[in-house]
T-cell receptor, first 112, second 117 residues
Framework: AQSVTQLGSHVSVSEGALVLLRCNYS??????LFWYVQYPNQGLQLLLK??????LVKGINGFEAEFKKSETSFHLTKPSAHMSDAAEYFC??????????FGSGTRLQVQP | GAGVSQTPSNKVTEKGKYVELRCDPI?????LYWYRQSLGQGPEFLIY????????DSGLPNDRFFAVRPEGSVSTLKIQRTERGDSAVYLC???????????????FGEGSRLTVL
């Protein structure tokens, strides 16, 4: 079965600091991986996706993620946090051909 | 509409009652998904429609849960004999052609928060 594990339910950083949200996956086949973000009082939206074309994936709002097969990881990073980045972030894997399986989420707090 | 619309945004009901939650997807999207998000957890897959038919209902927790999409657009999630454990945010998402090939993106509504007292 395919699954993702997010390490850390809460992450707090200072404005301007590096953001690192960790995700490890488990899959017996080459995975399709995504990061989704949920801003307060808004619906989930796609941040970026990995579909095997390139291991370093760039997304919206300056976020990027690197697929590392040797580490079974797909960590999300942003060089400099902004207050508007405060949200809940979900690492997601495509399960079979029909549905997405979400991690438990990491809530990012950005301190001024 | 411009995005996925879900109604009601909030629903409070009593244990044992029947509830319907509605989802109006983005116009032209043939694929529609229902997810359930409990407090402190990520969304869990319930059911997937391609057009009018349920292509995968393996995530429905039991036979109290049922969903329809009679004309291939609006979908209704129906919950019979509600239980306190059904309390959650029910999310609807749509996409143009589904997730086949892993290139599809899901567009989510803001969800319907169900509270069963």
């Amino acid at each position: 079965a395919q699954s993702v594990t997010q390490l850390g339910s809460h992450v707090s950083v200072s404005e301007g600091a590096l953001v690192l949200l960790r995700c490890n996956y488990s899959s017996s086949v080459p995975p399709y991986l995504f990061w989704y973000v949920q801003y307060p009082n808004q619906g989930l939206q796609l941040l970026l996706k990995y579909t095997s074309a390139a291991t370093l994936v760039k997304g919206i709002n300056g976020f990027e993620a690197e697929f590392k097969k040797s580490e079974t990881s797909f960590h999300l990073t942003k060089p400099s946090a902004h207050m508007s980045d405060a949200a809940e972030y979900f690492c997601v894997i495509l399960t079979g051909r029909r549905a997405l399986t979400f991690g438990s989420g990491t809530r990012l707090q950005v301190q001024p | 509409g411009a995005g996925v619309s879900q109604t009601p945004s909030n629903k409070v009901t009593e244990k044992g009652k029947y509830v319907e939650l509605r989802c109006d997807p983005i116009s032209g999207h043939t694929a529609l998904y229902w997810y359930r998000q409990s407090l402190g957890q990520g969304p869990e897959f319930l059911i997937y429609f391609q057009g009018t038919g349920a292509a995968d209902d393996s995530g429905l927790p039991n036979d109290r849960f049922f969903a329809v999409r009679p004309e291939g657009s609006v979908s209704t999630l129906k919950i019979q004999r509600t239980e306190r454990g059904d309390s959650a945010v029910y999310l609807c998402a749509s996409s143009f052609s589904g997730l086949a090939g892993g290139t599809g993106e899901l567009f989510f509504g803001e969800g319907s928060r169900l509270t069963v007292l």
